[in-house]
């Protein structure tokens, strides 16, 4: 008997898998997934795109803040423009008022120039109707003046300086005489009445 016929695995082939060490395997392994986290890096942002998205920035604030200091000088002209109106409107209105007294300037004008060839009644009948007048112009104004005579004493419209002393309880509070006007509008007092007010005497005990 032979040799190979004694030894039947030298006559098997040789598999070729089994020649290539364990090791340079598993390497190849590791290279594989050591490849893949260095390409997912390399596709994030590099340094030129920050410095781009940093100077894009900077230009939107440089746009705003452009954008903020416009808007400051409207409103500031705005205001100033609303402000020359009310002017305009104010004084306008007080040219409206002063149109309205001058006709009651022309009434006076005419009682003084007609004193002298007139009597003490044409020229109290002038200057009552111009004081007339005078008062319908004020109340086109929303002024209108305190009633007093006959009326109850009121701390808030009329303003006490004398006392008249009365025997009828009825009469007690009442005002009795006019010394100065008052006149008020519908949200305030211009100016109090200053009147006389009827007073009950004290009762006397024995």
Known sequence: MSRKENNPAAERPEDPAKDVPETEAGQAGE?????????????G???????QIIAG??????????????????????????ERDRQRERVMAGEEKAMEFLPVLDNLDRALA????????SILQGVTMVRRQFLSVLESMGVEQIPTVGA???????????????????????????????????ERVLRPAKVKVASCAPNETE
């Open 31 to 43: 290279i594989r997934e050591e490849t893949a986290p260095e390409e997912s890096a390399a596709a």
């Open 45 to 51: 942002p590099s340094p030129e795109d920050f410095l």
């Open 57 to 82: 920035l900077e230009e939107r604030n440089r746009d705003l803040t452009s954008a903020l200091a416009a808007a400051r000088a409207d409103f500031f002209n705005y205001r100033k423009r609303i």
């Open 114 to 121: 007609a004193e002298g060839a007139a009597d003490g009644s």
């Open 152 to 186: 109850l004493f009121s701390p808030e419209l009329h303003e006490a300086v004398a006392a008249e002393v009365t025997d009828d309880p009825e009469k007690n509070g009442i005002v009795t005489e006019e010394i100065l006007s008052g006149y008020r509008t519908r």
